[in-house]
């Protein structure tokens, strides 16, 4: 990596890093707000730039002459840039107010691992029209499984608050517990879907390439574990109304499965062992 990226790469973290500190000043002080006021018009504005930054950097690291180089730096930073791509879209509809500093923070430190970590080899096939599609929607799953995560974290602090010392005066303005929880099961239902597209994908991709519809390897098989877990989860809601730690213990559950299915043994291959 030439000076330059890293140089630039700094700057996209320190700007995260910046807008995390005015959110967590801003969403979580105990101060009361003024009358009637209101979310700052400048705030969406802000983001862009370290989203911009961040997006052409990726790509320049990511999109090469010999390939898709898509190492676990680049992997989780690619996961983490859509991630709060879409949280700002999301934003835009949706006033979740807290998670902002969730995210931020994550994103300060994850935008930095491609200067950090080793780039791996290009990635092969990567000029399959199925393996191409099968990426970008197994990216996107990551993503919403990532927002869905944060989320049900900011619900259990605030739970966790409501039942302790209170919550910061920002924080009153969040909806209802049973609001944030349906938002939730609309960001799990939407990763789920995603998620079950990337299955499908692979399969089509492992026949087309392979001759057979499945390798049984770990990623396939936390994957799977993944899948049935975010299943049980929107069963159980659908059947039973699961909600509350429930929700928190599943989805986090689901959401680890995922990360080891790629991102874990990627970080193993290419960092623990040494090879890309």
């Known amino acids: 990596m030439s000076a330059n990226s890293f140089v630039f790469y700094l700057i996209v973290s320190a700007l995260y890093a910046a807008l995390a500190t005015y959110f967590w000043r801003t969403r979580w002080r105990q101060t009361a707000p003024a009358s009637g006021e209101t979310r700052p018009a400048f705030e969406p504005l802000i983001m862009l730039a370290p989203l911009v930054l961040h997006g052409t950097l990726l790509f320049n690291s990511v999109i090469a002459d010999d390939g898709v180089h898509l190492g676990v730096g680049n992997a989780v930073s690619v996961i983490v840039w859509l991630t709060v791509v879409i949280y700002w879209i999301g934003n835009l509809f949706y006033r979740i107010e807290g998670l902002q500093a969730l995210v931020m923070p994550v994103a300060a430190v994850c935008a930095f691992l491609p200067a950090l970590l080793p780039p791996a080899r290009a990635l092969p096939n990567t000029e399959l029209p199925v393996f191409q599609v099968h990426l970008m929607i197994a990216l996107l799953a990551y993503s919403f499984f990532t927002i869905a995560s944060l989320h049900v974290l900011l619900m259990a602090v605030i739970e966790n608050r409501l039942h302790g010392r209170g919550l910061p005066t920002a924080l009153q303005r969040l909806p209802a517990l049973l609001t944030m929880e349906t938002l939730l099961f609309r960001i799990i239902l939407a990763g789920f879907v995603l998620l079950t597209l990337t299955l ?72 623990i062992l040494g090879k890309s």
Do not use: C, D, P, Q
């Open 200 to 271: 499908v994908t692979g399969i089509v991709y492992s026949e087309e390439l392979f001759g057979k519809a499945m390798r049984f390897n770990h990623k396939t098989v936390f994957g799977i574990l993944s899948w049935l877990i975010f299943a049980a989860l929107l069963g159980g809601r659908w059947r039973y109304g699961w909600r509350g730690r429930i929700a928190v213990r599943w989805t986090l559950t689901g959401f680890l499965m995922l990360v080891l299915a790629y991102i874990g043994s990627k970080f193993v291959l290419e960092i």
